[in-house]
């Protein structure tokens, strides 16, 4: 079965026509399925309506019409049981890593707030007391498979670089060993030697785990260096899907061919 099935999704958004008021359609009648294990990637010009959808997925936005379904769960029309539940299974991670880290919080306070709220620890070693000191030693080791260490843990997010407060935003999203990661343009304000390493720290985990990824970025030739299928997205349609070898290799759209003819945003070492 599909951890994530999107069916015929469209938004829209209420925009002021002179003195009347119309429908700007931003996600157009999207389908697509995402399998366990596999990185789908998502890739299309800046506006093309990834975020939008990566939303939708998340159950943060409502579709307008269609529907997001998360491991049969149908997410705009979920109980709240149900999404605290699909929390556990699917976590964001955005953009701007300083953004989506509370400037008051300790790194500490970051990577355990999930356990707090959802009162559990997953993989907690049996015979570990509870209480204070496991809660560190799992912050520690969670840490540690974002390559930070102990040292960060008193810390607060601006005396991090921002790659380093990538990892500590992908801790944080790994803390309640999600199946599903929404990574949206993960390394597009990173530099592109630091951005490269948060992709093959990705790559790691992925294999690791067995994580399910949404990869969304403007960039195909990053999405292609991760992604087993594409989607490609134009002015909130889906145009093209497929294969990520197969499409890059023989695309069938101009707009594909047009997005794999752009610069390459990755170091020669690694694509
Ligand atoms: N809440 C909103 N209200 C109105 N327009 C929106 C809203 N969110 C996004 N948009 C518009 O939808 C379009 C697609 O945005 P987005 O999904 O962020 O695209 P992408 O992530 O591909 O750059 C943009 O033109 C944006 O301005
Ligand atoms: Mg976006």
Same mark, same amino acid.
């Given at each position: 079965?599909?951890?994530?099935?999107?069916?015929?999704?469209?938004?829209?958004?209420?925009?002021?026509?002179?003195?009347?008021?119309?429908?700007?359609?931003?996600?157009?009648?999207?389908?697509?399925?995402?399998?366990?294990?596999?990185?789908?990637?998502?890739?299309?010009?800046?506006?093309?309506?990834?975020?939008?959808? #990566? /939303?939708?997925?998340?159950?943060?936005? *409502?579709?307008?019409?269609?529907?997001?379904? =998360? %491991?049969?769960? &149908? @997410?705009?029309?979920?109980?709240?049981?149900?999404?605290?539940?699909?929390?556990?299974?699917?976590?964001?991670?955005?953009?701007?890593?300083?953004?989506?880290?509370?400037?008051?919080?300790?790194?500490?306070?970051?990577?355990?707030?999930?356990?707090?709220?959802?009162?559990?620890?997953?993989?907690?070693?049996?015979?570990?007391?509870?209480?204070?000191?496991?809660?560190?030693?799992?912050?520690?080791?969670?840490?540690?498979?974002?390559?930070?260490?102990?040292?960060?843990?008193?810390?607060?997010?601006?005396?991090?670089?921002?790659?380093?407060?990538?990892?500590?935003?992908? #801790? /944080?999203?790994?803390?309640?060993?999600? *199946?599903?990661?929404?990574?949206?343009?993960? =390394? %597009?304000?990173? &530099? @592109?030697?630091?951005?490269?390493?948060?992709?093959?720290?990705?790559?790691?985990?992925?294999?690791?785990?067995?994580?399910?990824?949404?990869?969304?970025?403007?960039?195909?030739?990053?999405?292609?260096?991760?992604?087993?299928?594409?989607?490609?997205?134009?002015?909130?349609?889906?145009?093209?899907?497929?294969?990520?070898?197969?499409?890059?290799?023989?695309?069938?759209?101009?707009?594909?061919?047009?997005?794999?003819?752009?610069?390459?945003?990755?170091?020669?070492?690694?694509?």
């Amino acid at each position: 079965m599909a951890l994530v099935e999107v069916k015929a999704v469209w938004k829209s958004y209420p925009r002021r026509a002179g003195l009347r008021t119309e429908l700007r359609t931003i996600v157009e009648d999207v389908s697509l399925s995402i399998e366990p294990g596999e990185t789908l990637g998502l890739v299309g010009e800046s506006g093309s309506g990834k975020t939008t959808l #990566a /939303r939708m997925i998340l159950g943060l936005v *409502k579709p307008t019409q269609g529907k997001v379904v =998360v %491991s049969g769960i &149908d @997410v705009a029309r979920s109980s709240r049981v149900d999404l605290h539940h699909l929390r556990r299974q699917m976590q964001p991670v955005f953009q701007d890593p300083y953004a989506a880290l509370n400037p008051r919080m300790t790194v500490m306070e970051i990577v355990t707030e999930p356990w707090l709220i959802h009162g559990i620890i997953p993989d907690r070693q049996p015979g570990i007391e509870t209480g204070r000191t496991s809660l560190r030693a799992r912050a520690i080791e969670l840490l540690g498979e974002v390559g930070l260490d102990e040292s960060a843990l008193p810390r607060h997010p601006h005396e991090f670089s921002g790659g380093q407060r990538q990892r500590i935003n992908i #801790a /944080r999203a790994l803390a309640l060993r999600p *199946k599903l990661l929404i990574l949206d343009e993960p =390394v %597009s304000a990173l &530099d @592109v030697s630091v951005g490269a390493q948060i992709v093959n720290l990705l790559r790691r985990l992925q294999s690791e785990h067995g994580l399910t990824y949404l990869f969304i970025s403007h960039s195909m030739p990053l999405v292609r260096y991760l992604s087993t299928r594409i989607a490609v997205m134009e002015h909130g349609r889906l145009v093209e899907t497929g294969e990520a070898v197969a499409l890059c290799a023989d695309p069938q759209q101009a707009y594909t061919r047009q997005l794999i003819a752009a610069t390459p945003e990755l170091p020669a070492d690694v694509a």
